[in-house]
Protein backbone atom coordinates (compact mmCIF):
# COMPACT_ATOMS: atom_id res chain seq x y z
CA UNK A 1 0.00 0.00 0.00
CA UNK A 2 2.63 2.50 0.57
CA UNK A 3 4.70 1.54 -2.33
CA UNK A 4 1.54 2.34 -4.09
CA UNK A 5 1.10 5.80 -2.49
CA UNK A 6 4.79 6.23 -3.53
CA UNK A 7 3.76 5.82 -6.72
CA UNK A 8 0.70 8.31 -6.70
CA UNK A 9 3.50 10.74 -5.41
CA UNK A 10 5.46 11.61 -9.22
CA UNK A 11 1.60 12.09 -11.06
CA UNK A 12 0.18 14.17 -8.69
CA UNK A 13 3.31 15.84 -8.45
CA UNK A 14 3.17 16.72 -12.31
CA UNK A 15 -0.37 17.72 -12.27
CA UNK A 16 -0.24 20.71 -10.02
CA UNK A 17 2.91 21.58 -11.34
CA UNK A 18 0.98 21.46 -14.99
CA UNK A 19 -1.86 23.59 -13.56
CA UNK A 20 0.68 26.03 -11.85
CA UNK A 21 2.50 26.29 -14.57
CA UNK A 22 -0.34 26.70 -17.21
CA UNK A 23 -2.01 29.19 -15.28
CA UNK A 24 0.78 31.58 -14.51
CA UNK A 25 2.08 31.88 -18.05
CA UNK A 26 -1.34 32.58 -18.98
CA UNK A 27 -3.88 34.03 -16.42
CA UNK A 28 -3.01 37.61 -17.61
CA UNK A 29 -3.48 37.32 -21.45
CA UNK A 30 -7.08 36.11 -20.35
CA UNK A 31 -8.02 39.19 -18.15
CA UNK A 32 -6.31 41.37 -20.78
CA UNK A 33 -8.52 39.77 -23.46
CA UNK A 34 -11.60 39.98 -21.71
CA UNK A 35 -11.04 43.80 -20.27
CA UNK A 36 -10.65 44.15 -23.96
CA UNK A 37 -13.80 42.55 -25.05
CA UNK A 38 -15.79 45.17 -22.61
CA UNK A 39 -15.58 43.51 -19.20
CA UNK A 40 -15.89 45.07 -16.07
CA UNK A 41 -13.38 44.18 -13.62
CA UNK A 42 -15.33 41.90 -11.49
CA UNK A 43 -17.07 40.02 -14.94
CA UNK A 44 -13.03 39.39 -15.74
CA UNK A 45 -12.71 37.92 -11.90
CA UNK A 46 -15.98 36.46 -12.85
CA UNK A 47 -14.65 34.66 -16.35
CA UNK A 48 -11.02 33.52 -14.72
CA UNK A 49 -12.97 31.80 -12.10
CA UNK A 50 -15.53 30.35 -14.44
CA UNK A 51 -12.68 28.93 -16.40
CA UNK A 52 -10.54 27.43 -13.70
CA UNK A 53 -13.94 25.60 -12.43
CA UNK A 54 -14.95 24.30 -15.66
CA UNK A 55 -11.26 23.15 -16.36
CA UNK A 56 -10.58 21.46 -13.26
CA UNK A 57 -14.05 19.95 -13.66
CA UNK A 58 -13.49 18.15 -17.29
CA UNK A 59 -9.78 17.44 -15.95
CA UNK A 60 -11.30 15.41 -13.31
CA UNK A 61 -14.21 13.72 -14.97
CA UNK A 62 -13.36 12.73 -17.96
CA UNK A 63 -9.79 11.36 -17.26
CA UNK A 64 -11.30 9.33 -14.28
CA UNK A 65 -14.15 8.11 -16.60
CA UNK A 66 -11.66 6.98 -19.69
CA UNK A 67 -8.50 6.52 -17.33
CA UNK A 68 -6.43 8.62 -19.94
CA UNK A 69 -4.72 11.72 -19.11
CA UNK A 70 -7.09 13.88 -20.88
CA UNK A 71 -6.54 17.13 -19.76
CA UNK A 72 -8.01 20.35 -20.21
CA UNK A 73 -7.23 24.16 -20.71
CA UNK A 74 -8.54 27.49 -21.77
CA UNK A 75 -7.84 28.53 -25.25
CA UNK A 76 -4.42 30.60 -24.90
CA UNK A 77 -4.90 31.73 -28.58
CA UNK A 78 -8.48 32.52 -28.46
CA UNK A 79 -7.32 34.82 -25.16
CA UNK A 80 -5.04 36.42 -27.59
CA UNK A 81 -7.83 37.18 -30.17
CA UNK A 82 -9.24 38.80 -27.50
CA UNK A 83 -6.88 41.35 -27.08
CA UNK A 84 -6.41 42.04 -31.16
CA UNK A 85 -10.08 41.97 -31.48
CA UNK A 86 -10.57 44.54 -29.00
CA UNK A 87 -11.67 47.12 -31.88
CA UNK A 88 -14.77 45.27 -32.49
CA UNK A 89 -16.86 45.35 -29.71
CA UNK A 90 -16.75 46.78 -26.10
CA UNK A 91 -20.25 45.52 -25.28
CA UNK A 92 -19.48 42.43 -23.43
CA UNK A 93 -22.60 41.09 -23.58
CA UNK A 94 -22.03 40.43 -27.08
CA UNK A 95 -19.12 39.08 -26.65
CA UNK A 96 -20.44 36.45 -24.50
CA UNK A 97 -23.11 35.95 -27.22
CA UNK A 98 -20.04 34.67 -29.38
CA UNK A 99 -18.40 32.76 -26.97
CA UNK A 100 -21.62 30.73 -26.48
CA UNK A 101 -21.80 30.05 -30.34
CA UNK A 102 -18.09 29.31 -30.30
CA UNK A 103 -19.01 26.45 -28.05
CA UNK A 104 -22.17 25.50 -29.86
CA UNK A 105 -19.95 24.80 -32.55
CA UNK A 106 -17.25 23.03 -31.02
CA UNK A 107 -20.66 21.07 -29.48
CA UNK A 108 -21.45 20.14 -33.63
CA UNK A 109 -18.05 19.32 -33.92
CA UNK A 110 -18.74 16.30 -32.08
CA UNK A 111 -21.71 15.73 -33.24
CA UNK A 112 -21.35 15.85 -36.50
CA UNK A 113 -17.97 14.99 -37.71
CA UNK A 114 -17.77 16.86 -41.35
CA UNK A 115 -17.87 19.99 -39.63
CA UNK A 116 -14.76 19.15 -37.70
CA UNK A 117 -13.07 17.81 -40.96
CA UNK A 118 -14.36 21.20 -43.09
CA UNK A 119 -12.14 23.05 -39.66
CA UNK A 120 -9.33 20.47 -40.24
CA UNK A 121 -9.59 20.91 -44.22
CA UNK A 122 -8.48 24.90 -43.93
CA UNK A 123 -4.94 24.24 -45.27
CA UNK A 124 -2.66 24.29 -42.09
CA UNK A 125 -0.44 27.87 -43.14
CA UNK A 126 -3.41 29.85 -43.39
CA UNK A 127 -4.67 28.77 -40.29
CA UNK A 128 -1.02 29.00 -38.41
CA UNK A 129 -0.75 32.39 -40.40
CA UNK A 130 -4.12 33.41 -38.80
CA UNK A 131 -2.62 32.85 -35.31
CA UNK A 132 0.81 34.06 -35.96
CA UNK A 133 -0.94 37.91 -36.95
CA UNK A 134 -3.16 37.35 -33.64
CA UNK A 135 -0.36 36.73 -31.68
CA UNK A 136 2.64 38.88 -33.84
CA UNK A 137 1.22 42.39 -31.98
CA UNK A 138 0.76 40.71 -28.95
CA UNK A 139 4.37 39.66 -28.87
CA UNK A 140 6.01 42.89 -29.84
CA UNK A 141 4.79 44.26 -26.45
CA UNK A 142 7.67 43.46 -24.45
CA UNK A 143 9.90 46.00 -26.78
CA UNK A 144 7.24 48.54 -26.42
CA UNK A 145 7.36 47.94 -22.75
CA UNK A 146 10.54 48.34 -22.44
CA UNK A 147 10.94 51.62 -23.85
CA UNK A 148 7.66 52.88 -22.28
CA UNK A 149 8.61 52.16 -19.08
CA UNK A 150 11.91 50.09 -18.68
CA UNK A 151 12.05 50.19 -15.02
CA UNK A 152 9.09 47.75 -14.97
CA UNK A 153 9.71 45.97 -18.14
CA UNK A 154 13.20 45.60 -18.32
CA UNK A 155 14.09 43.44 -15.04
CA UNK A 156 10.74 41.45 -16.34
CA UNK A 157 12.10 40.67 -19.93
CA UNK A 158 15.64 39.69 -18.16
CA UNK A 159 14.44 37.53 -15.39
CA UNK A 160 12.53 35.64 -18.12
CA UNK A 161 15.45 35.63 -20.22
CA UNK A 162 17.66 33.73 -17.72
CA UNK A 163 15.16 31.53 -16.44
CA UNK A 164 14.30 30.76 -20.31
CA UNK A 165 18.28 29.38 -20.13
CA UNK A 166 18.31 27.68 -17.15
CA UNK A 167 14.27 26.70 -16.37
CA UNK A 168 12.29 27.11 -19.36
CA UNK A 169 8.81 25.68 -17.35
CA UNK A 170 9.53 28.64 -14.74
CA UNK A 171 10.32 31.84 -17.05
CA UNK A 172 6.62 33.27 -17.46
CA UNK A 173 5.73 32.41 -13.52
CA UNK A 174 9.02 34.27 -12.66
CA UNK A 175 8.49 36.70 -14.46
CA UNK A 176 4.99 37.24 -13.76
CA UNK A 177 5.94 37.21 -10.26
CA UNK A 178 8.42 40.10 -10.98
CA UNK A 179 6.10 42.14 -12.54
CA UNK A 180 3.89 41.79 -9.64
CA UNK A 181 6.37 42.77 -7.43
CA UNK A 182 6.89 46.01 -10.15
CA UNK A 183 3.15 47.06 -9.51
CA UNK A 184 3.30 46.57 -5.89
CA UNK A 185 6.02 49.15 -5.48
CA UNK A 186 4.50 51.50 -8.37
CA UNK A 187 0.64 51.15 -7.25
CA UNK A 188 1.40 50.39 -3.53
CA UNK A 189 -1.24 48.17 -1.75
CA UNK A 190 -4.45 50.13 -2.59
CA UNK A 191 -5.19 47.42 -5.29
CA UNK A 192 -5.19 44.70 -2.59
CA UNK A 193 -8.16 45.87 -0.84
CA UNK A 194 -9.80 45.07 -4.17
CA UNK A 195 -9.49 41.54 -3.94
CA UNK A 196 -9.79 40.56 -0.72
CA UNK A 197 -13.12 39.15 -1.17
CA UNK A 198 -13.28 35.50 -2.33
CA UNK A 199 -13.97 35.59 -6.77
CA UNK A 200 -17.61 34.91 -7.58
CA UNK A 201 -19.80 34.17 -10.46
CA UNK A 202 -21.50 36.48 -11.90
CA UNK A 203 -24.20 35.68 -14.63
CA UNK A 204 -23.65 38.08 -17.44
CA UNK A 205 -26.99 37.78 -19.87
CA UNK A 206 -25.59 37.50 -23.61
CA UNK A 207 -26.88 39.61 -26.82
CA UNK A 208 -26.70 37.85 -30.33
CA UNK A 209 -24.98 40.53 -32.48
CA UNK A 210 -24.13 38.95 -35.90
CA UNK A 211 -21.31 41.29 -36.78
CA UNK A 212 -19.27 40.04 -33.32
CA UNK A 213 -20.26 36.64 -33.91
CA UNK A 214 -18.58 36.59 -37.13
CA UNK A 215 -15.37 38.90 -35.68
CA UNK A 216 -15.42 37.41 -32.49
CA UNK A 217 -17.01 33.93 -32.21
CA UNK A 218 -16.37 32.36 -35.64
CA UNK A 219 -12.35 32.94 -35.58
CA UNK A 220 -12.69 31.99 -32.19
CA UNK A 221 -14.38 29.04 -33.09
CA UNK A 222 -11.21 28.36 -35.54
CA UNK A 223 -8.33 29.07 -33.49
CA UNK A 224 -9.67 26.94 -30.40
CA UNK A 225 -10.23 23.79 -32.93
CA UNK A 226 -7.11 24.27 -35.11
CA UNK A 227 -4.71 25.42 -32.65
CA UNK A 228 -6.39 23.82 -29.50
CA UNK A 229 -8.20 20.64 -30.18
CA UNK A 230 -6.27 19.39 -32.78
CA UNK A 231 -3.05 19.26 -30.97
CA UNK A 232 -4.18 18.37 -28.18
CA UNK A 233 -5.44 14.80 -30.29
CA UNK A 234 -1.88 15.01 -31.85
CA UNK A 235 0.09 15.17 -28.75
CA UNK A 236 -2.31 12.40 -26.95
CA UNK A 237 -1.29 10.09 -29.86
CA UNK A 238 1.95 10.65 -29.74
CA UNK A 239 2.08 9.30 -26.38
CA UNK A 240 -0.39 6.03 -27.27
CA UNK A 241 -3.64 7.47 -26.10
CA UNK A 242 -6.78 8.03 -28.55
CA UNK A 243 -9.79 9.24 -26.89
CA UNK A 244 -13.21 9.54 -28.40
CA UNK A 245 -13.48 12.96 -29.86
CA UNK A 246 -16.54 12.75 -30.43
CA UNK A 247 -17.11 13.04 -26.25
CA UNK A 248 -14.02 15.11 -25.64
CA UNK A 249 -15.73 17.78 -28.33
CA UNK A 250 -19.03 17.57 -26.97
CA UNK A 251 -18.31 18.02 -23.20
CA UNK A 252 -15.90 20.85 -23.61
CA UNK A 253 -18.01 22.46 -26.03
CA UNK A 254 -20.95 22.29 -23.55
CA UNK A 255 -18.26 23.06 -21.02
CA UNK A 256 -17.59 26.16 -22.98
CA UNK A 257 -21.17 27.08 -23.19
CA UNK A 258 -22.02 26.52 -19.59
CA UNK A 259 -19.00 28.78 -18.13
CA UNK A 260 -19.41 31.73 -21.53
CA UNK A 261 -22.21 33.35 -19.28
CA UNK A 262 -20.27 33.56 -16.03
CA UNK A 263 -17.53 35.22 -18.95
CA UNK A 264 -15.26 32.62 -19.80
CA UNK A 265 -14.24 32.60 -23.45
CA UNK A 266 -13.26 28.82 -24.37
CA UNK A 267 -12.53 25.50 -22.50
CA UNK A 268 -10.69 22.55 -24.91
CA UNK A 269 -7.88 19.91 -24.75
CA UNK A 270 -4.46 21.26 -23.44
CA UNK A 271 -1.80 21.05 -25.92
CA UNK A 272 1.44 22.14 -23.72
CA UNK A 273 0.47 20.40 -20.90
CA UNK A 274 -0.68 17.83 -22.16
CA UNK A 275 2.59 16.87 -23.24
CA UNK A 276 4.11 16.93 -19.97
CA UNK A 277 0.98 14.61 -18.14
CA UNK A 278 0.60 12.13 -20.89
CA UNK A 279 4.27 11.60 -20.89
CA UNK A 280 6.69 9.51 -19.18
CA UNK A 281 8.05 12.14 -16.86
CA UNK A 282 3.96 11.70 -15.23
CA UNK A 283 4.44 8.01 -14.33
CA UNK A 284 6.59 5.02 -16.04
CA UNK A 285 3.39 3.51 -16.37
CA UNK A 286 1.16 4.71 -19.33
CA UNK A 287 -1.98 3.24 -17.33
CA UNK A 288 -1.47 5.55 -14.36
CA UNK A 289 -0.68 9.02 -16.20
CA UNK A 290 -4.56 10.07 -15.88
CA UNK A 291 -3.97 10.36 -12.36
CA UNK A 292 -1.74 13.57 -13.28
CA UNK A 293 -4.69 15.15 -14.77
CA UNK A 294 -6.79 14.73 -12.45
CA UNK A 295 -4.52 16.35 -9.80
CA UNK A 296 -4.22 19.08 -12.29
CA UNK A 297 -8.15 19.30 -12.21
CA UNK A 298 -7.93 19.94 -8.15
CA UNK A 299 -5.30 22.43 -8.70
CA UNK A 300 -7.26 24.36 -10.69
CA UNK A 301 -10.13 24.46 -8.32
CA UNK A 302 -8.24 25.62 -6.20
CA UNK A 303 -6.62 28.33 -8.32
CA UNK A 304 -9.50 29.62 -9.16
CA UNK A 305 -10.09 30.92 -5.14
CA UNK A 306 -7.51 33.43 -6.70
CA UNK A 307 -9.17 34.94 -9.40
CA UNK A 308 -9.80 38.08 -7.64
CA UNK A 309 -6.27 38.56 -6.73
CA UNK A 310 -5.28 37.99 -10.10
CA UNK A 311 -7.69 40.51 -11.87
CA UNK A 312 -7.17 42.77 -9.31
CA UNK A 313 -3.26 42.43 -10.12
CA UNK A 314 -4.03 43.24 -14.07
CA UNK A 315 -6.45 45.93 -13.57
CA UNK A 316 -3.65 47.79 -11.23
CA UNK A 317 -1.31 47.46 -13.97
CA UNK A 318 -0.10 49.53 -17.00
CA UNK A 319 -1.54 47.96 -19.87
CA UNK A 320 1.74 47.77 -21.85
CA UNK A 321 3.07 45.42 -18.88
CA UNK A 322 0.64 43.28 -18.87
CA UNK A 323 0.60 42.69 -22.66
CA UNK A 324 4.67 42.70 -22.17
CA UNK A 325 4.02 39.38 -20.08
CA UNK A 326 1.76 37.82 -21.94
CA UNK A 327 3.98 38.56 -25.40
CA UNK A 328 6.71 36.50 -23.37
CA UNK A 329 4.38 33.51 -22.66
CA UNK A 330 3.29 33.48 -26.30
CA UNK A 331 6.59 33.78 -28.44
CA UNK A 332 6.82 29.65 -28.80
CA UNK A 333 3.68 29.99 -30.47
CA UNK A 334 4.63 32.62 -32.83
CA UNK A 335 8.00 30.96 -33.70
CA UNK A 336 5.27 27.54 -34.36
CA UNK A 337 2.77 29.43 -35.92
CA UNK A 338 5.34 31.04 -38.27
CA UNK A 339 7.09 28.02 -39.22
CA UNK A 340 3.66 25.99 -39.56
CA UNK A 341 2.47 29.07 -41.99
CA UNK A 342 5.43 29.09 -44.30
CA UNK A 343 6.90 25.64 -44.26
CA UNK A 344 5.05 24.40 -47.45
CA UNK A 345 6.29 26.60 -50.66
CA UNK A 346 3.25 26.48 -52.56
CA UNK A 347 1.13 28.36 -50.10
CA UNK A 348 3.53 30.96 -48.90
CA UNK A 349 1.89 33.55 -50.27
CA UNK A 350 -1.33 32.77 -49.38
CA UNK A 351 0.33 32.36 -45.74
CA UNK A 352 2.11 35.75 -45.71
CA UNK A 353 -1.02 37.50 -47.25
CA UNK A 354 -3.26 36.22 -44.26
CA UNK A 355 -0.65 37.11 -41.86
CA UNK A 356 -0.32 40.56 -42.80
CA UNK A 357 -4.11 41.31 -43.18
CA UNK A 358 -4.70 39.37 -39.77
CA UNK A 359 -1.81 41.54 -37.64
CA UNK A 360 -3.22 44.58 -39.40
CA UNK A 361 -5.78 44.68 -37.07
CA UNK A 362 -8.56 46.23 -39.88
CA UNK A 363 -11.90 46.21 -38.98
CA UNK A 364 -14.30 46.28 -42.25
CA UNK A 365 -18.14 46.00 -41.72
CA UNK A 366 -17.73 45.57 -38.07
CA UNK A 367 -16.03 42.59 -38.43
CA UNK A 368 -12.21 41.94 -37.33
CA UNK A 369 -9.11 41.05 -39.13
CA UNK A 370 -8.48 37.96 -38.13
CA UNK A 371 -11.73 36.89 -40.39
CA UNK A 372 -10.51 38.70 -42.89
CA UNK A 373 -7.14 37.07 -42.78
CA UNK A 374 -8.63 33.98 -43.51
CA UNK A 375 -10.76 35.19 -46.63
CA UNK A 376 -7.97 36.80 -48.23
CA UNK A 377 -5.60 33.82 -47.52
CA UNK A 378 -8.56 31.41 -49.14
CA UNK A 379 -9.21 33.82 -52.32
CA UNK A 380 -4.94 33.99 -53.09
CA UNK A 381 -5.01 30.66 -52.55
CA UNK A 382 -7.95 29.60 -54.80
CA UNK A 383 -6.51 31.84 -56.92
CA UNK A 384 -3.25 30.81 -56.89
CA UNK A 385 -3.84 26.92 -56.72
CA UNK A 386 -0.89 25.02 -55.97
CA UNK A 387 1.73 26.53 -58.17
CA UNK A 388 4.94 27.21 -56.39
CA UNK A 389 7.16 30.18 -56.72
CA UNK A 390 9.63 30.26 -59.43
CA UNK A 391 12.97 28.99 -58.64
CA UNK A 392 14.73 32.75 -59.87
Not at 18 to 32: H, K, M, R
Not at 99 to 116: E, K, Y
Not at 214 to 227: D, H, N, Y
Not at 341 to 369: M, N, Y
Request: hydrophobic share 55%; aromatic share 8%; proline share 7%.
Amino acid sequence: MRGGARGLVQPISTGIVAAITGFASSFVLVVAGLRAVGATETQASSGLLALCLMVGALCIALPWHFRMPISFAWSTPGAALLVAAGASTDDFGAAIGAFLVCGALIVLSGLWPRLGRVITSIPKPLAAAMLAGILFPICLAPIQASIERPLLALPVVLVWLVLYRLAPRWAVPAAMVVAAIGIGVTAGTDWLSVSTSAPALMLIAPVFDPLVIVSLGVPLFIVTMAGQNVPGFAVLATFGYRPPPRSVLIWSGVGTMVSSVFGAHSTNLAAITAALMASPDSHSDPGKRWVATVASGFGYLVLGLGAGLATALVAASPPILIVAVAGLALLGALITSLIGALEEPEHRISAIATFLVTASGITVVGIGSAFWGLVVGGIFTLWLGSRRPSAG
